[in-house]
């Protein structure tokens, strides 16, 4: 720089010359801070002095006018030295804010998604670890047992701690103080503490760490925690900053609970409803049903005993006999209605096989299940194709349908396609809308293809295995 100053010298004035090493001083701000643009200051008018002023450096300097100069050069350069730098951590700040802004509108879009827990768990804790430049962060769940289970984790260096793993928090841990004050803490050092979670972080040469509680329903849930190898801490508030991110993770949580909680209490409702339903169709059968069948059968005795010459007496009792086998014939066709006796006694195959038969149009039905399925299911499945059937009779003017139920990996899955119209609408009746429900009851989808003129499809799955119901990840 004083080279180039040299070689200058004799075609610029001397505040030229100041400028150009003013600016040195805003650019040495910049990058290395305040303190070396200070010493540069002082050094620049060192050797200003030095080499342009009195090159024998014998101060004071007579000139005051030069004296001047220099001194207002020096205050400037330290003045700009000091706003450059400040307005450098400024700009570093609103970038840091920025990117925290950006990773939180990440996490709470996958939240808003409704997507499995353990899928934020891990966003959060990626985020978390890169936002905050951390050797590694974990996020931990809290067990009844006083232990804590790894849910997610984010590594620069290789862990052992692997999620899903159990650990119990004897020692010093940021878990650990977390679960025992409930707010965010900070941990500077693992220097001579006890614990397997603190020899393994000496191990991993971490220094220091920090961590912030998950609070669902105002329990800890569990921490977040950020370590970093650095000897440079994590910057102040860091742990507070991170409850903007374990708030998302407890809204997820709390939202995945709801979930599990209102599809369990829906399968609930439909689980006693056909409970009920059943029993109404044994009662039927038992009772009204079976009184029916006796009477039938007396008033068949009393026919054969009466004397022919009493004619008309025996045509009344041929009447009330007809009448009887009747209403015994409506009474079933309700039973069946209310709950098929066929689908609890002989199972899916048979019950829809009926369905199939009683159906004004021929009915192609192809099953590949094999054996009796979950109860839920195979009154979800009858009461799909059931309705199906109907519908198609009711409104499509259909000539032919086609039914598939097919057990696949996960799920039974019911296809009922008609010929007919299409126009099919959940909006416009209960039928479909009750077929809907049915099956979201049981964590299962609907789906209905109906465009005008051209037929319609009504698709449903119905999974053996509830998801799962608890927020763990
Ligand atoms: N297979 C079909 N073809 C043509 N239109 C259909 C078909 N299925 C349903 N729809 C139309 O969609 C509407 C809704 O059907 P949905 O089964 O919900 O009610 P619904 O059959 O009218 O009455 P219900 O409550 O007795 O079932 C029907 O009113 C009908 O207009
Ligand atoms: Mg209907």
Redo the contacts with the bound molecule.
């Keep these: 720089m004083t080279g180039i100053a040299k070689l200058l010298e004799p075609h610029v004035q001397p505040v030229s010359l100041l400028t150009l090493y003013l600016l040195v001083v805003l650019l040495i701000a910049v990058v290395w801070g305040t303190a070396l643009a200070v010493v540069t200051s002082v050094l620049s008018v060192a050797v200003y002095v030095t080499l342009f002023v009195d090159p024998a450096f014998a101060l004071p300097i007579a000139d005051t006018q030069t004296a001047v100069a220099l001194g207002v050069f020096l205050i400037t350069a330290v003045v700009v030295g000091t706003l450059a730098s400040r307005l450098q951590r400024a700009a570093q700040t609103a970038e840091r804010l920025t990117e925290e802004q950006s990773a939180l509108r990440r996490v709470a879009t996958l939240v808003a998604k409704a997507g499995p827990p353990s899928a934020v768990f891990q966003a959060v804790t990626s985020e978390v670890g890169k936002l905050y430049d951390a050797d590694l962060a974990r996020m931990e769940r809290y067990e009844t047992d006083g232990t804590v289970t790894g849910v997610a984790a984010f590594s620069r260096v290789p862990v052992h701690l692997a999620v899903g793993q159990r650990f119990a928090l004897d020692g010093l841990s940021v878990a650990r103080e977390v679960r025992e004050t409930g707010r965010p803490v900070r941990l500077e050092t693992f220097r001579g503490a006890e614990g397997a979670i603190a020899r393994e972080a000496r191990g991993l040469g971490i220094r220091s760490s920090v961590g912030c509680p998950i609070l669902v329903a105002g329990r800890v849930w569990g921490v977040i925690a950020a370590s970093t190898k650095s000897d440079q801490p994590f910057p102040p508030n860091t742990e507070t900053r991170l409850a903007s991110f374990t708030e998302l993770v407890a809204t997820a949580i709390g939202n995945a609970e709801s979930r599990a909680e209102l599809r369990a209490s829906r399968a609930r409702i439909v689980a006693t409803a056909d409970r009920t339903r059943r029993r109404i169709e044994r009662d039927l059968h038992d009772g009204a049903q079976q009184r029916l069948v006796s009477l039938a059968l007396q008033v068949r005795a009393v026919q054969a005993l009466v004397p022919r010459e009493l004619g008309e007496a025996a045509q009344e009792l041929e009447n009330i006999a007809s009448g009887l086998s009747a209403a015994l014939d409506e009474l079933r066709e309700t039973a069946r209605g209310i709950h098929p006796a066929i689908l609890a006694e002989g199972g899916l195959v048979p019950a829809l096989k009926a369905l199939a038969r009683r159906s004004p149009y021929p009915v192609q039905l192809t099953v590949r299940a094999n054996g009796r399925l979950p109860e839920p299911i195979e009154i979800g499945a009858y009461y799909v194709v059931a309705?199906?059937l109907?519908?198609?009779a009711?409104?499509?003017?259909?000539s032919s349908v086609t039914v598939v139920v097919e057990a696949r990996d996960d799920a039974l899955h019911v296809a009922v396609e008609?010929d007919?119209?299409?126009?099919?609408?959940?909006?416009?009746?209960?039928?479909?809308?009750?077929?809907r429900d049915r099956v979201e009851a049981l964590g299962g989808r609907v789906s209905l293809h109906?465009p005008p003129a051209d037929?319609?499809r009504?698709e449903a799955d119905l999974p053996f295995a509830q998801q799962t119901t608890s927020a763990a990840g």
């Excluded at 007919?420 to 077929?435: H, N, R, S, V, Y």
């Design positions: 309705e199906a109907t519908n198609a009711k409104h499509a003017r259909a008609d007919g119209d299409g126009g099919a609408d959940f909006t416009a009746g209960t039928g479909l809308t009750g077929i109906s037929g319609t009504l």
